[in-house]
């Protein structure tokens, strides 16, 4: 019955802990999400008759060529910097006594083969807890991506990613966003730290990048289901 409940118990915490901390994604290149405009939406308007000059296609002699149509290219300069710093201390202590004693009856005093009725309790808890963190991040460097979208007001919706293939794995770097058309400057670039509902992911995949992930089992001890 023991080796019975000790198997239900290590297979019930071994299902939660699965459940809770789930396998991380694998990634792949050319991922649809970020894949550039089709070339079938970039077709040009049809030509109106009796009409040399198009509005939407016209370059000027004396302005900057600037990303401002869906498929046009622009480069996003990374200049990422982060850190940040958290502590975090708790104690609490809680201590009770508590005692009862039965007094004589008739000058005796009650009791079951010399055992009193006497009660007498004490009980203490304690805890203390403590938590530091400090992080910084940075990153830097350039990608090109494409214009995916101009939206009703003008701004434009960028995205794009970048695979390196090395001896030791692959490396990627990828970028999802919005960007004024003011911001582009006029070498036809723009800050990471101008890009709105940003998302930049830089990671990599193969057995160099493998070696340093936890396995399945010490994501289960470390998630914050685990009793201990």
Request: aromatic share 8%; net charge negative.
């Amino acid at each position: 019955m023991y080796r019975f409940t000790l198997c239900f118990l290590i297979s019930l915490l071994t299902v939660t802990g699965c459940t809770s901390v789930p396998l991380e994604k694998d990634v792949y290149p050319d991922d649809p999400y970020y894949a550039p405009v089709s070339a079938q939406s970039l077709q040009p308007p049809p030509t109106v008759n009796g009409s040399l000059f198009q509005s939407r296609y016209s370059v000027g002699l004396y302005t900057d060529q600037q990303a401002k149509r869906a498929g046009d290219i622009i480069t996003v300069i990374f200049d990422e910097q982060y850190q940040s710093s958290k502590s975090a201390e708790t104690s609490a202590d809680k201590s009770s006594t508590s005692s009862a004693e039965v007094g004589s009856m008739m000058g005796m005093v009650p009791g079951w083969k010399n055992i009193g009725l006497g009660i007498d309790t004490n009980a203490e808890r304690e805890f203390s807890g403590k938590g530091e963190a400090d992080r910084s991040n940075s990153l830097s460097g350039q990608i090109s991506v494409s214009v995916a979208e101009i939206l009703p007001n003008g701004i434009l919706r960028i995205r794009g990613e970048k695979w390196l293939t090395l001896s030791e794995g692959d490396e990627y770097i990828r970028i999802t966003g919005l960007i004024r058309p003011q911001d582009i400057t006029p070498d036809n670039t723009v800050s990471s730290s101008k890009v709105a509902d940003a998302r930049i992911s830089f990671g990599g995949r193969g057995g160099l990048n493998n070696s340093t992930k936890q396995g399945w089992f010490d994501r289960i001890i470390n998630s914050p289901w685990w009793p201990m």
